[in-house]
T-cell receptor, first 111, second 118 residues
Framework: DAKTTQPPSMDCAEGRAANLPCNHS???????VYWYRQIHSQGPQYIIH???NNETNEMASLIITEDRKSSTLILPHATLRDTAVYYC????????????FGQGTRLTINP | EAGVAQSPRYKIIEKRQSVAFWCNPI?????LYWYQQILGQGPKLLIQ????????DSQLPKDRFSAERLKGVDSTLKIQPAKLEDSAVYLC????????????????FGPGTRLTVL
């Protein structure tokens, strides 16, 4: 079973920041938080991951709370192309360990 | 670099027939995964290979599903015989790092094969 809880759906206006929450209250010390997204009719796409520090890359920012029990994925300037299902996954590593996907959050960016 | 390739993209069969899917991972990637994604759900791992050996097949319905990764490169997933509940998208993914490696890594997914069983 997935170790994370996400809202089933969210809406965001184009050009605004999209903030996607994730609860992972049972995360252990050596588990990472990964975010993937899946655009309609495509395979999942890696976005970002982190252990305890906040992370930023060209796609998004990841904010992890100090107790590591929750995190937020931030898309700073959402575009219509960001409409997708976003999955928050807890995993020991992304490559060597299987990814256990939950239901994810269906994010809709509105013009 | 070329991504993960899968074929066919779509397949329609009748129940009790057989079907096979093919995956070509990113060159040099040690680990290959097959996932099943039923409509409205997240992907579920069926089998994980490291090079040409099986690492995890605990969720593979072995009475009807089989998979192989010859020479540690391409892989095929077969269903024989198919059931209605096998209708799903079958996703192949690969990652550079082998099991037990110290580095974090990411999985790269192909576009998937959409199977419809009638």
């Amino acid at each position: 079973d997935a170790k994370t809880t996400q809202p089933p759906s969210m809406d965001c206006a184009e050009g605004r920041a999209a903030n996607l929450p994730c609860n992972h209250s049972t995360i252990s010390g050596n588990e990472y938080v990964y975010w993937y997204r899946q655009i309609h009719s495509q395979g999942p796409q890696y976005i970002i991951h982190g252990l305890k520090n906040n992370e930023t890359n060209e796609m998004a920012s990841l904010i992890i709370t100090e107790d590591r029990k929750s995190s937020t994925l931030i898309l700073p300037h959402a575009t219509l192309r960001d409409t997708a299902v976003y999955y928050c996954i807890v995993s020991l590593t992304g490559g060597a360990q299987k990814l256990v996907f939950g239901q994810g959050t269906r994010l809709t960016i509105n013009p | 670099e070329a991504g993960v390739a899968q074929s066919p993209r779509y397949k329609i069969i009748e129940k009790r027939q057989s079907v096979a899917f093919w995956c070509n991972p990113i060159s040099g990637h040690a680990t290959l995964y097959w996932y099943q994604q039923i409509l409205g759900q997240g992907p579920k791992l069926l089998i994980q290979f490291q090079n040409n050996g099986v690492v995890d097949d605990s969720q593979l319905p072995k009475d009807r599903f089989s998979a192989e990764r010859l020479k540690g490169v391409d892989s095929t997933l077969k269903i024989q015989p198919a059931k209605l509940e096998d209708s799903a998208v079958y996703l192949c993914a690969s990652s550079r790092v082998a099991s037990g490696g110290p580095l974090t890594d990411t999985q790269y997914f192909g576009p998937g094969t959409r199977l419809t069983v009638l």
